[in-house]
């Protein structure tokens, strides 16, 4: 399975992501890293994903071929991140026919109703539980 995780700024919350999943399932997942800037792509890559790549034409000419998307759900705001994810970028993900698992953390000034606040390593324990769990059991 590809998975391609994007994030931004100092590339944080990407690169947790990436070692949870690399903890959990070792190489059986195939980890692009998509970084809005170079730091956060090199991050991402210090923390085992596979491959990297940074900035807007990478992110728009690579989630397309990814099976599940995975960021911050700012990654499908345009101009979000202060201002690093652009709206070519937001609508790339957007539209791509990937999965998006989507976390609910934002710097914006964005609520999502009903979904209550945790801290991220809860977060990413429910994304790999409950939602990547689940896919990759009914992919072939």
Known sequence: MRIGVVDGQGGGIGSAVIRRI??????????????TNAIATAQMLKARANRGASGENAIVRTVPQ?????????IVMAHAM???????????VAECPARKLLIPLSQENIDVVGVLP????????ALIKKHLSQLLETMP
Do not use: C, N, Q
């Not at 690399?22 to 970084?35: F, H, Q, V």
């Not at 990814?66 to 700012?74: Q, R, Y």
């Not at 945790?118 to 324990?125: E, F, G, N, Q, T």
């Open 22 to 35: 690399k903890e959990r399932y070792g190489e059986r997942i195939d980890i692009t890293a998509l970084g």
């Open 66 to 74: 990814m099976a599940v998307v995975v960021g911050p759900i700012a």
């Open 82 to 92: 202060m201002g690093e994810v652009t709206p070519r970028m937001a609508e790339a």
């Open 118 to 125: 945790a801290p991220l390593p809860h977060l990413i324990d």
